[in-house]
């Protein structure tokens, strides 16, 4: 890859101020670590980004795309090619009856505040998701019971020729924590929910308890992807955890949390390769101790 080639190349697309070269991954990361990406870019709209695909497209420049980094682990070597990042610049959303249609960039807790005011019930379980709602579609996000799949109407969908077309939540193929887009490396561009007339103060209610029991149960004021294993079938991965006897397990600054043994948490300048090294004593002793294979929920990406 040519730098400067792919840096004029960007610039002919989007203003310079949103062309970042050389871009620590872990400003852009919860976990805030993660090396350089070559190139970051923040395009302002949906042409802008339908025309960095097709440049990455045509050139076979290699790219990620990016919500709010609530899901990353970035190895320290950081990502070559160009990281497009869809957050605040992709972030318009109306409410129609009970309808709610969003731009993908959209954080959940700003959608489900605005959602709760207009006294809509089903996607509380959101409101405390820390990423964006393209981010959300991925990963089929969910937590207390609920999840994507139960409220996306459609989704409609950027594909890497430019084309634009929409897709059914039946056609969003949504699993636990995967959908389409696990395997087609499509981009999430708009979301339609379908939600349910309610309350005002029987949802307020329910968001308040679930910001309760997140708060009082899970380290969200330290740095971290969220639960660090995907619940293996049968079992709770920060149960088996614990009862291996690994909550709070420290190597360096990498930590099993003393507080929530499903996630694994930063307690300041953990590399990725710590983080990495930590999961792969919590996996081997948690097989050893009761056979059960953990797979990381966390997407481990980039060079190291
Ligand atoms: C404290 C904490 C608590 C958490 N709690 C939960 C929880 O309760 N439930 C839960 O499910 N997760 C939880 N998470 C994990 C994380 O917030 C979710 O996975 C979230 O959906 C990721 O969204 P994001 O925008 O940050 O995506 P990113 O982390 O930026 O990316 C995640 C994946 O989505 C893809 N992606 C992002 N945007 C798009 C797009 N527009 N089009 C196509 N692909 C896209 C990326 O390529 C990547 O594969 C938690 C994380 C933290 C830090």
Same mark, same amino acid.
């Given at each position: 890859m040519d730098r400067k080639h792919?840096?004029?190349k960007l610039c002919t697309i989007l203003k310079k101020e949103d062309v970042l070269e050389n871009e !620590?991954?872990? %400003?852009?990361t919860s976990f805030k670590i993660g090396g350089p990406a070559d190139f970051l870019v923040i395009p302002r709209n949906e042409e802008e980004l339908k025309n960095i695909i097709l440049l990455v497209n045509k050139e076979k420049i290699p790219f990620f795309i990016m919500g709010n980094g609530s899901n990353l682990l970035v190895r320290d070597g950081g990502i070559r090619g160009v990281v497009i990042? !869809?957050?605040? %610049?992709?972030?318009?959303?109306?409410?129609n009856e009970n309808i709610v249609k969003a731009q993908s960039g959209i954080l959940l807790s700003k959608l489900a505040k605005n959602i709760l005011k207009c006294a809509l019930a089903g996607f509380e379980f959101a409101s405390?998701?820390?990423?964006t709602l393209g981010g959300a579609i991925a990963m089929n996000a969910g937590a207390y019971g609920g999840e994507m799949k139960d409220v996306v109407h459609a989704v409609k969908l950027l594909d890497m020729d430019g084309n634009i077309f929409e897709c059914s939540n039946e056609e969003m193929k949504f699993g636990y924590r995967k959908s389409l887009l696990t395997e087609k490396k499509y981009i999430v561009l708009e979301v339609q929910l379908i939600l349910n007339k309610g309350n005002y103060e029987d949802i307020k209610s329910i968001f308040d308890d679930l910001t309760l029991k997140r708060t009082?149960?899970?380290p969200i004021n330290m740095p971290s992807a969220g639960s660090t294993f995907k619940r293996p079938v049968g079992y709770f991965a920060g149960k088996l955890i614990e009862e291996a006897g690994l909550k709070g397990l420290t190597l360096k600054d990498a930590q099993v949390s003393p507080k929530h043994s499903g996630f694994v948490v930063n307690l300041g300048n953990a590399t990725a390769k710590d983080i990495i090294e930590l999961l792969d004593v919590v996996k081997k002793t948690v097989y050893d101790k009761?056979?059960?294979?953990l797979e990381e929920e966390v997407k481990i990406i980039g060079e190291e």
């Open positions: 792919v840096y004029d !620590l991954m872990k %400003n852009h990042k !869809l957050s605040d %610049n992709f972030s318009k959303f109306e409410v405390g998701i820390p990423g009082t149960k899970q009761f056979q059960v294979v």
